[in-house]
């Protein structure tokens, strides 16, 4: 069981992000994205700037990838991939809107020195793939069901050397995984059960069985989508309900608001790339 004002530590993270000064809603490939409804970019990469340096601030270190014009999409720098212990699983889009992007990310890991594993496979990097280093002895989660194709699965496995739990989203809302569960540190998660088939809850529950369990109200406000380094949980300023659960967890919520990039169906993990070297 999960022990009331249990101490919780931190562990120093690196990220990677990208601007969102071309960020625009301009087509509509998931439910949240409405072309009609204006976006204020200003307001956008101000609140941005704040996630950035909210996550400097904790003591972490950020990378910038740059924002090319045409990709109105780049600020969720989460899709470009998926890396654990210095091995990049690289990303390969559904949306055509979004496929030039996969290159950007893999020039930047490659500037980087990182062993890229380009794919085969239909997948949107940390969109579909969560990390619990310690939990099982290091235990990638995976998505299907909307973006990433269930063959990219057992593609990562065999990328990244380690087990990969293939879980079904059903719920077009939550058509990421990134917005229905997350790592809240090195062994534990939190999620929304109603993201999934019941058939995965099971899977989810067997696994975890001290999970932070979130409800449509904590998952509707991309409570979810939050970035933690296993102490402090950066997530969005609407999930109040979600922030008031983790800290009766031990964990301390810092709140952001990211409100203009919940237009494009975004929140702070969809801006954050973890960087597991
Ligand atoms: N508009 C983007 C899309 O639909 C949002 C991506 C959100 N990113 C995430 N990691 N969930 O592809």
């Avoid at 991939?81 to 979004?98: C, I, L, N, P």
């Amino acid at each position: 069981m999960v022990t009331v004002n249990q101490q919780r530590v931190p562990r120093r993270r690196t990220y990677l992000m990208c601007s969102p000064e071309h960020f625009a809603v301009e087509y509509a490939i998931n439910p949240w994205m409405d072309v009609t409804t204006p976006v204020d970019s200003d307001l956008a990469v101000k609140q941005w700037d704040r996630l950035r340096e909210t996550l400097v601030g904790l003591g972490h270190e950020v990378h910038q990838l740059a924002a090319e014009p045409g990709l109105p999409d780049m600020v969720y720098a989460a899709n470009g991939g998926f890396s654990v212990d210095g091995t990049v699983y690289g990303a390969r889009f559904k949306h055509e809107q979004r496929a030039a992007e996969a290159a950007t990310h893999h020039a930047f890991y490659e500037a980087q020195g990182w062993r890229f594993i380009a794919p085969s496979e239909t997948n949107e990097g940390e969109g579909d793939f969560a990390y619990v280093p310690e939990a099982h002895g290091g235990l990638v989660l995976a998505g299907h069901g909307f973006r990433t194709e269930i063959p990219a699965h057992a593609e990562a496995q065999e990328a990244l050397g380690r087990p990969v739990v293939s879980l079904r989203l059903i719920d077009p809302r939550f058509y990421h995984l990134d917005v229905a569960l997350a790592a809240i540190d090195d062994s534990n998660v939190v999620y929304f059960p109603g993201a999934f088939s019941s058939a995965s809850q099971r899977v989810l529950t067997q696994l975890f069985p001290d999970a932070v369990i979130a409800d449509d109200e904590d998952a509707m406000a991309f409570g979810l989508n939050l970035v933690s380094d296993g102490a402090n949980v950066v997530l969005s300023s609407e999930a109040t309900r979600l922030a008031g659960k983790l800290k009766a967890a031990g964990y301390t919520p810092v709140p952001v608001d990211l409100a203009e990039l919940k237009k494009g169906g975004g929140s702070v993990k969809c801006c954050v790339a973890e960087l597991r070297h």
